[in-house]
T-cell receptor, first 118, second 115 residues
Framework: EPEVTQTPSHQVTQMGQEVILRCVPISNHLYFYWYRQILGQKVEFLVSFYNNEISEKSEIFDDQFSVERPDGSNFTLKIRSTKLEDSAMYFC????????????????FGAGTRLSVL | DQQVKQNSPSLSVQEGRISILNCDYTNSMFDYFLWYKKYPAEGPTFLISISSIKDKNEDGRFTVFLNKSAKHLSLHIVPSQPGDSAVYFCAASFAGGTSYGKLTFGQGTILTVHP
């Protein structure tokens, strides 16, 4: 069964460093998302991406964050200068389409990257 | 952000019995609801969904009920199995504006099914 893959599974970085989290969405999917879950808290939406541009972003997704689909298969989340509060599990998700009346707007999630900022 | 709430942090059920997980929402614009299951060290796995034009959707042992007037949905698992033990998340999305299916999650409910 096709799946969303994320690398690395665990990333440790020093505060102020740049990190890039990588995701390979399901191959025929068109909509891509990043979410994060801080320990003990809810899964929170960060950003959605469609047709090579950001379609929606949350308040969390400030200028320190960026996303890219560099080569048609990978989808990356970059944090330019990490802060302690960026420590969280980051989930990538993808969906084939987005239409509330179709069954194909289900988002499929990767296993996540645990980011630890020291 | 309390737009989607799962008020029971945990639920314990005997194998073979029914598990009922509940979810409440406050935003009346939500029109598509999903349940995800999550095991430790894995991402959320899609279980079942329902559109606001329906009030029930079934898939095998899983049934989701939607009560729009009460802004409440529930997931029924019958019969419950030990392998169902996981964290269950309710999520909601809506059409409109520039929203492209962003999911808003509840806090999750830990389901434990005892043999």
């Amino acid at each position: 069964e096709p799946e969303v893959t994320q690398t690395p599974s665990h990333q440790v970085t020093q505060m102020g460093q740049e990190v890039i989290l990588r995701c390979v969405p399901i191959s025929n999917h068109l909509y891509f998302y990043w979410y994060r879950q801080i320990l003990g808290q809810k899964v929170e939406f960060l950003v959605s991406f469609y047709n090579n541009e950001i379609s929606e972003k949350s308040e969390i997704f400030d200028d320190q964050f960026s996303v890219e689909r560099p080569d048609g298969s990978n989808f990356t989340l970059k944090i330019r200068s990490t802060k302690l509060e960026d420590s969280a599990m980051y989930f990538c998700a993808s969906s084939y389409s987005w239409d509330r009346y179709l069954a194909k707007n289900i988002q499929y999630f990767g296993a996540g990257t645990r980011l630890s900022v020291l | 952000d309390q737009q989607v709430k799962q008020n029971s942090p945990s639920l314990s059920v005997q194998e073979g019995r029914i598990s009922i997980l509940n979810c409440d929402y406050t935003n009346s614009m939500f029109d598509y609801f999903l349940w995800y299951k999550k095991y430790p060290a894995e991402g959320p796995t899609f279980l079942i969904s329902i559109s606001s034009i329906k009030d029930k959707n079934e898939d095998g042992r899983f049934t989701v009920f939607l009560n729009k007037s009460a802004k409440h949905l529930s997931l029924h698992i019958v019969p419950s199995q030990p392998g169902d033990s996981a964290v269950y998340f309710c999520a909601a999305s809506f059409a409109g504006g520039t929203s492209y299916g962003k999911l808003t999650f509840g806090q999750g409910t830990i389901l434990t099914v005892h043999p």
